[in-house]
């Protein structure tokens, strides 16, 4: 199982983006598919997260601002960034937990990082 991710970019503040992650290999379910940040010199943080149920997670500093969706049929996370900062930049990662498959359960997995840079 990967997990592919694309939709990184250069963007001017006020603009969007919108960040796509999927997962391929013979995948039954995932638990919960996630979006997390790293800024430059900083932790990486939760940005977003939606679970199985639809339910989803949001960090305060994105709320209002990104939406985060799932296509089950085709294991895919999408991340709609609006109204972007400054202060968004960072390299965005996707992690995917509970990913079940016909062969294994995949506990936890993650992306290579694509990067957003907000700037005018």
């Known amino acids: 199982v990967q997990l592919q991710a694309s939709g990184g970019g250069l963007v001017q503040p006020g603009g969007s983006l919108r960040l796509s992650c999927a997962a391929s290999g013979s995948i039954v379910s995932i638990k919960v598919m996630g979006w997390y940040r790293q800024a430059p010199g900083k932790e990486r943080e939760l940005a977003a997260a939606?679970?199985?149920?639809?339910?989803?997670n949001y960090a305060d500093s994105v709320k209002g601002r990104f939406t985060i969706s799932k296509d089950n049929a085709k294991n895919t996370a999408y991340l709609q960034m609006n109204n972007l900062t400054p202060e968004d930049t960072a390299v965005y990662y996707c992690n995917f937990n509970g990913i079940v498959t016909r062969t294994m359960i995949v506990r936890d997995l993650w992306g290579k990082g694509t990067q957003v840079t907000v700037s005018s």
């Open positions: 939606i679970s199985r149920d639809d339910s989803t």
